[in-house]
């Protein structure tokens, strides 16, 4: 069993002193990028007792569902649930529930669903603690980094620039509840000087030099991406798709200190 990513408190000023003490493991999330659960678990059983975050997103778990979760917690490892959840306030707020349940520590929900629907969501991961389970980490998904800035405007409609618009959410989700937000690791810099200490910053698009940058257009190394203030990294190919993941992943964690 690893230490609670962040318990159950919101990632105040102490959380992140203290995270930021935490071992590179600790803070460096595996985004288990496969397309079913023998994939994944098999790599896990590669970096077991080397890896303890993994990253379950919508490719994998809508192929191997919630056993998937129990089988990477029995192995000892925390989850992460990327769903990106988005609709209606009842409907995310059970959605959260069904996470909490699952023992997650940590998920994802769309700022851009409004400030009802985050502090729905918010109740409702507080509420999971209040259970007797852990209150799972909730972060906020702002603008997609895909989007360009073009079809923010042309398509989606968004009358801000990409960065504030990002911001925006970022401050909206704080408001709600929400402990923190996935955000590119080129964004955690302005992200971090503009909210403070106070929440949580998750980043992926890390890349170590001698990683490919893959489709990843804007990229950090991974040191770099924690002295932009960022709480965790997220990596996928660059260890899932290293001809010894377990070695890419060591490699990686010894990149994370100064
Ligand atoms: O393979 P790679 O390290 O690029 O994987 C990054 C992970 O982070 C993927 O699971 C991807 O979905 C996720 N992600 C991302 N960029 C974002 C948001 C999430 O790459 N802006």
Redesign the pocket.
């Known amino acids: 069993m690893v230490a609670d990513p962040e318990p159950r408190r919101r990632g105040g000023a102490a959380g992140r002193a203290s995270l930021t003490r935490r071992p590179p493991a600790e803070r460096v999330i595996v985004?288990?990028?496969v397309p079913d659960a023998a994939a994944a678990l098999h790599l896990a059983d590669r970096l077991a007792g080397l890896a303890r975050l993994y990253?379950v997103?919508s490719h994998l778990f809508t192929a191997a569902g919630p056993e998937v979760i129990r089988a990477v917690r029995a192995r000892g490892a925390e989850v992460f649930l990327?769903l990106k959840f988005h609709d209606i306030p009842a409907v995310v707020a059970g959605a959260v529930r069904s996470a909490a349940g699952l023992d997650v520590a940590m998920l994802t929900v769309h700022a851009a669903g409004g400030r009802a629907m985050l502090a729905a969501a918010a109740e409702a991961a507080a509420a999971g603690g209040r259970d007797g389970g852990r209150r799972p980490t909730l972060l906020a998904?702002t603008v997609?980094?895909?989007l360009t800035a073009e079809a923010a405007r042309e398509e989606v409609g968004l009358a801000r620039p990409l960065p504030e618009q990002v911001l925006h959410l970022a401050r909206l989700a704080r408001g709600a509840g929400l402990d923190g937000a996935?955000?590119?690791a080129q964004e955690a810099r302005a992200l971090r000087e503009a909210l403070g200490e106070d929440f949580l910053l998750v980043t992926?698009?890390?890349?170590p030099a001698w990683?490919a940058r893959?489709?990843?257009a804007r990229?950090l190394a991974p040191r770099e991406a924690l002295a932009a203030g960022a709480d965790y990294l997220?990596?996928?190919?660059?260890?899932?798709?290293a001809p010894d993941p377990r070695a890419a992943f060591e490699r990686l964690l010894t990149e994370c200190g100064p």
């Not at 992926?204 to 890349?207: F, L, S």
């Not at 997220?234 to 798709?241: D, E, I, K, Q, T």
């Open positions: 985004a288990l990028d990253k997103g990327d998904v997609l980094t895909s996935v955000a590119s992926p698009g890390i890349r990683a893959d489709d990843q990229v997220v990596v996928g190919r660059p260890v899932l798709a």
